[in-house]
């Protein structure tokens, strides 16, 4: 079964230093999501793609957050200085095409720790 | 922000029991999802019912949507142990997917 591929699972870094993480959506899924979930709270939208644009990324702390998908196909997020604030999970979804049901495909997530 | 809110935060019960969870919500919308997140892990799609339903049956679960009160249920039959899981809704508009902050449910043996 198609998957969703994220890595790495797990990363630990001091602040102020660069971090990047890596998705691979579910081959032919046109649309990919960034999220970003805080220990207890559910999933908040950060970027999201259709194709290799960006259709909204209204919650992408600019500054330090980057998102790219150059070929449409899989996703880097970068954060860049790292903050004790950004400790959570990102979480990588997709969906086939824009469609009004928008079930979402989620890979496992990277759970970034700062220090 | 976040559109839905679960209640409650937290349930326990014994495997075979069931299982209700509720969520709210604050704004008119197209169709509810139900999600569940298995600890550290991510979401899996469980069942997505449209405005213009009532009630929706997939194996175990069943859920229900008022609009009227901007509300929906997500009931899980006859629990298991593997049923533990913490179960977010989520409510969409123009595809972007607001989930709410989830309840957190322990099946215990």
């Known amino acids: 079964e198609a998957e969703v591929a994220q890595s790495p699972r797990y990363k630990i870094t001091e602040k102020s230093q660069a971090v990047a993480f890596w998705c691979d959506p579910i081959?032919?899924?046109?649309?990919l999501y960034w999220y970003r979930q805080i220990l207890g709270q559910g999933p908040e939208l950060l970027v999201q793609?259709?194709?290799?644009?960006?259709?909204?990324d209204s919650q992408l702390p600019k500054d330090r957050f980057s998102a790219e998908r150059l070929k449409g196909v899989d996703s880097t997020l970068k954060i860049q200085p790292a903050e004790l604030g950004d400790s959570a999970m990102y979480l990588c979804?997709?969906?086939?095409?824009?469609?009004?049901?928008?079930?979402?495909?989620f890979g496992p997530g990277t759970r970034l720790t700062v220090l | 922000s976040q559109q839905g809110e679960e209640d409650p935060q937290a349930l326990s019960i014994q495997e075979g029991e069931n299982a209700t969870m509720n969520c709210s919500y604050k704004?008119?919308?197209?169709?509810l999802q139900w999600y569940r997140q298995n600890s550290g892990r991510g979401l899996v799609h469980l069942i997505l019912?449209?405005?213009?339903?009532r009630e929706k049956h997939s194996g175990r679960l069943r859920v229900t949507l008022d609009t009227s009160k901007k509300s929906s249920s997500l009931l899980i039959t006859a629990s298991r142990a593997a049923d533990t899981a913490s179960y977010f809704c989520?409510?969409?508009?123009?595809?972007?997917?607001?989930f709410g902050k989830g309840t957190k449910l322990t099946v215990n043996p």
């Open positions: 019912i449209r405005s213009n339903e």
């Open positions: 989520a409510t969409g508009g123009s595809e972007k997917l607001v």
């Open positions: 793609f259709q194709d290799e644009s960006v259709v909204d």
């Open positions: 979804a997709s969906t086939p095409h824009l469609t009004r049901s928008n079930e979402q495909f």
């Open positions: 704004t008119s919308i197209n169709n």
């Open positions: 081959s032919g899924h046109a649309t």
